[in-house]
């Protein structure tokens, strides 16, 4: 199969409309070409006029590490073109950024998640091509986690640079969708064009990702398929106390870390709440002390999850409901637990963390009221989900 950037860079019939205009980029170190080779490289190489290049959050060579780490402006040493920065002083592209092309070339890879602020990154160039007058291509990839869709629509008036706008946790689309059901969402005036991938199938082996191709992390954390997968679950996470394997070999891997938590009375807790929100992986107790972050240097009690090899059930699988029924056997166990940490969350000041990252309180409510069951949240996710799926159907570009 082809990814978009190997699509446009083996067909000059594609790149014609690029010739005699400047081009950005942006991309970060997962923005490579079949043979590995970055696009900024493989671009240049193939007669591109490439003009400046722009970095996510992460920065272009994906060199920071946690939320909230800034990256600065900066001159590519080999090319001597501007690197803006998307997540330093700006997340939106200014007007100086905006004039230094023509077309903008996205190609990011994302993990098919809502909160993975690449797709708020899109949203804001799109808005900005649009007043601006320039053209937006996505040269597309896949997204890992698949066509599945899971959790609770994100409530207007809680949009923030993990919730672009009303769509679930797990969203089911590929970058390149995602632009058309921005444009659509928000009525943007605005030249736009996928360069489609070649033989994607999302229903396939790989369940989303290509198991010919090479796994490159989009972001430091981001470390394999499996954490891919469960990361519209465990991305929760950030909005506690608990760990999420940050300073560990396996970050945003595991349903929780906790140095005062038996990990096996979680599980039995939550195989007695809702056994059926257990299925499509296996999760086993292990133990690990991070290096930094979260509880620093103490050991913790944690569950593992293994979302691959022949347990692995994608069509059952469903990483946000299996996170949050973690919270709530957590609750059940220790009602009086320091669940939801409080501290600025992707430079939101007024809201808890847990509530931008889920684009609204409903799930931290029913994980807090003691009346509440599983049901309860099931009945509302699926509601939104089934909305989401009709919302979706317009701009799927794949089988």
Not at 242 to 253: N, V, W, Y
Not at 275 to 301: E, N, V, Y
Request: overall charge negative; proline content about 8%; aromatic content about 10%.
């Amino acid at each position: 199969m082809k990814f978009g950037i190997d699509r446009l860079l083996a067909d000059p019939a594609l790149r014609r409309p690029l010739e005699g205009k400047r081009v950005a980029l942006v991309a970060h170190p997962a923005s490579v070409t079949r043979d590995l080779t970055h696009s900024l490289d493989a671009l240049i190489a193939a007669g591109v006029n490439v003009t400046s290049a722009f970095g996510p959050q992460h920065g272009l060579k994906g060199d920071k590490q946690d939320n909230m780490v800034e990256t600065g402006d900066d001159t590519d040493p080999v090319y001597g073109i501007p690197v803006f920065s998307l997540y330093g002083e700006v997340r939106r592209p200014t007007g100086q950024m905006m004039s230094s092309a023509d077309v903008f070339l996205f190609d990011l890879q994302d993990l098919g998640c809502r909160i993975y602020t690449f797709v708020t990154t899109l949203l804001y160039l799109l808005e900005e091509a649009a007043r601006h007058g320039k053209e937006v291509w996505v040269l597309d990839r896949p997204n890992p986690a698949g066509r599945p869709v899971e959790g609770t629509l994100l409530v207007p008036g809680q949009e923030s640079f993990v919730g672009a706008a009303e769509m679930p946790m797990r969203h089911g689309l590929t970058m390149g969708e995602m632009g058309h059901w921005f444009i659509q969402r928000f009525d943007l005036d605005v030249a736009y064009r996928v360069i489609e991938m070649e033989g994607w199938q999302p229903a396939g082996a790989g369940h989303g990702w290509p198991e010919e191709r090479i796994w490159i992390n989009p972001s430091p954390n981001a470390a394999n398929v499996n954490m891919a997968r469960a990361y519209a679950g465990t991305v929760m996470l950030e909005g506690t106390n608990l760990s999420e394997g940050r300073g560990t070999t396996r970050p945003l891997e595991v349903l929780f870390g906790a140095p005062d938590l038996d990990a096996g009375a979680v599980l039995a807790t939550m195989d007695k709440l809702a056994p059926d929100w257990l299925a499509g992986c296996r999760l086993r107790p292990c133990w690990f002390t991070p290096t930094f972050h979260k509880h620093a240097d103490q050991l913790c009690s944690a569950l593992m999850i293994h979302a691959e090899g022949p347990h692995y059930d994608h069509a059952a699988f469903r990483p946000w409901r299996l996170q949050a029924l973690a919270f709530k056997a957590i609750r059940t166990l220790h009602p009086d637990y320091d669940l939801w940490r409080d501290f600025p969350y992707e430079y939101e000041l007024e809201r808890l963390a847990i509530d931008v990252i889920n684009g609204g309180p409903a799930l931290r409510e029913w994980v807090d009221d003691p009346q509440a069951v599983p049901r309860d949240l099931d009945r509302l996710a699926s509601a939104d989900e089934a909305n989401w799926r009709e919302q979706i159907a317009p701009v799927l570009l794949y089988p």
